[in-house]
């Protein structure tokens, strides 16, 4: 078996004092926190797609800068065999315990969806042989269907129904091939799922057909005996200029609205909260209030750029902040922190890709630690319970406890007059926060 990344070895742990770029300066996989080991708590994954599909390319430079130790490999599935065995060499020597993928990513796609199956099986083979002797696991699978043609209408919201139905039998079988390579969680982000203008489109049609699709996919996977857990992926635009799975509170209102809330939950990516106008941290606290935040694409925009920029996870602040509400939810369940981020197109080099996830996972520890001792410490827990002591007792606990009425709350207001504020201290605990990112070793 051929090494692909040469010169690089398992990443260690080196500790703050460290100046081996190659090193964890933060992450200690096995250092226990309440409980957990940092792995465990974190339960890393990295995207296919970005590091061993994408190749640097943007608008204005299509082919991309990328050189990869795969480049000189013709034939496709000889290649899809090398990306495979890349795959695991560069997880277990980054210590990341998950991978996931879209199915035209693993396999190429054919002349017939027959053929394209016959190869994900071969691939899928390759796979589970290699995951024979290596603790890498498959956290999600997905299936693309938006970059063919044939979803240039969508998919499951494409106003042909034959794309609708050539859409499901995509989904049928990347849901067939997650649960053979044992995936904790099958995800749907809405590839091109919405629409460019109103002026040709069926919306109620669409959104329609989209619950139905979804119920179909939830029936097959009980069917089959998937037992992951399912779950959408919010992004507000790009490709389409509406996505209709917009954010965390639109994807479950509509999940609701169509009975499916019982069989999905979220998975939040950063830079889409980002690009629907909330914070990262926004669109986590929607999806744990309602029980539904099950995984994390752990990444970052620019927000100077309009566009899903997907960088690697380096602000502290948000991933303290991103942590917290893990950590409030009581932890990933099957979920994880999935690296759907890619390097700069100017970071061609393969050792970039390490740098990356060294970086992200670095961030992520940090702001593991920092997290933990926030929650410990009550510290924003304390406040807000203060702030809203007034629902505890008297006219509060009588809204609270359906007891008052607008009737009874006039009589109250007639007889208590002007209501005394309390100050939101708004920076006192940003300067606590801080104390806690600077402090905490
Ligand atoms: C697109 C995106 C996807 C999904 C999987 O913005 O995030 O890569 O995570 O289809
Ligand atoms: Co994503």
Redesign the pocket.
Known sequence: MSEFFKGVGKIPYEGPGSDNPLAFKYYNPDEVIGGKTMKEHLRFSV?Y?HTFQARGGDMFGMGGSALRPWDDIQDPMDLAYAKVEACFEFCEKLGVPFFCF?DRDIAPEADTLRETNKRLDLVVERIKDRMKNSPVKLLWG?T?AFSHRRFTHGAATSNHAEVFAYAASQVKKAMEITKELGGQNY?F?G?REGYETLLNTDMKLELDNMARFLSMAADYAKEIGFDGQLLI?P?PK?PTKHQYDFDAATVIGFLKQNGLDAYFKL?I?AN?ATLAQHTFQHDLRVARINNMLGSI?ANQGDLLLGW?T?QFPTNIYETTLAMYEVLKMGGFDKGGLNF?AKVRRASFEPVDMFYGHIAGMDAFAKGLKVAYRLVEDGVFDKFIKERYKSYETGIGKDIVEGKAGFRELEAYTLEHGEPQLSSGRQEVLEAILNQYILETK
Do not use: L, Q, S
Request: net charge negative; aromatic share 12%; glycine share 6%.
């Open positions: 995207a797609w879209h997905t693309n995800v982000w590839g992926e992004k790009e998975n990516e889409h694409d899903d997907d759907d």
